[in-house]
């Protein structure tokens, strides 16, 4: 891993300490990257987690007060409410920072954060692919980021500096980076993440309604079923905002889904042995070249 020794952020504020903020906090510390991290949130009990973690400094329950003389502010909080604590925070943000997200929506996000951004503070849209189905400060840990890809979805507007400081950081925490456009992120996000979440919901709804006489399905699960719907037991909040700021990607691979779905139904309804082995064939040969 190559570190910038001369990247370094005297306070940095994390707004939502839980398994994306606080893993960000705890690896930044751990490359030598910040002097002071300050949590923002709403629950005490949590935030005097991190602090006993040693994950943040302190905390502050107003984000007005966290966000104070910070250098960086990362905004780790549901996508449909990053503009809305920028515009809250606006006031209170210093000339010169740097604001940045973790949030896997971008061209929305993006756009309705400068329409609140201050001048003289600089927005990165960005979004680290790594997480776990858990959450708050507890679930943080530092090597979350190592190896794992960060997307960052710059436009015209966004300053080359900043852009540049906010690569460094996820470069330092282990991340392989890439930049690519708002709505090419969120076609992709759509496809290999948001789509999977909302079959890994609707699977786990399907086999509890599934009608097996005196017995319960569920209970009769085995790891198959428990790996695959893993990431249903992920927050229902946090995915409804996802699915409605995303909605136009999703519901095209939705559609796509279904289509597929539709004509496997087909082969098995009509016996047909050889279009199965096409297409199961197909997706293990895709699946096949995807690397760990």
Request: hydrophobic share 40%.
């Amino acid at each position: 891993m190559t570190v910038n020794n001369d990247l370094h952020f005297r306070k940095v504020a994390i707004i939502g300490v839980g398994l994306i903020g606080g893993s960000l906090a705890l690896a930044m510390r751990e490359q030598g990257l910040v002097t002071e991290v300050v949590g923002v949130g709403r629950g005490v009990e949590n935030l005097e987690k991190a602090i006993e973690l040693g994950i943040i400094d302190s905390y502050s329950t107003d984000v007005c007060e966290g966000v104070k003389d910070a250098d960086l502010v990362f905004l780790a909080v549901p996508v449909l409410s990053i503009a809305s604590v920028i515009k809250t925070a606006a006031g209170s943000l210093k000339q010169g920072a740097i604001v940045t997200d973790g949030g896997s929506v971008k061209e929305t996000v993006l756009r309705d954060a400068k329409k609140v951004l201050p001048g003289g503070v600089h927005f990165i849209a960005g979004h680290p692919i790594a997480g776990t189905e858990f959450s708050g400060a507890a679930a943080a840990f530092a090597t979350l980021y190592q190896g794992k890809k960060c997307i960052l979805t710059p436009d015209s507007d966004t300053d080359a500096e900043a852009l540049s400081a906010v690569r460094g950081i996820w470069e330092s925490v282990g991340s392989i980076v890439t930049e690519m456009a708002p709505k090419t992120h969120d076609a992709i996000l759509g496809a290999v993440s948001h789509l999977p979440h909302v079959i890994a919901y609707a699977l786990v709804n399907t086999v509890d309604g599934t009608d097996a006489g005196d017995r319960t399905a569920i209970d009769y699960s085995g790891g198959g079923f428990k790996d695959f719907t893993r990431i249903a037991s992920s927050s229902p909040d946090m995915w409804k905002d996802i699915c409605l700021m995303n909605k136009t990607a999703i519901v095209d691979v939705i559609e796509g889904f279904q289509r597929e779905l539709e004509t496997l139904k087909d082969h098995i309804k009509e016996g047909n042995a050889e279009g199965l082995i096409k297409d199961f064939g197909r997706a293990k040969k895709v699946r096949d070249t995807i690397k760990n």
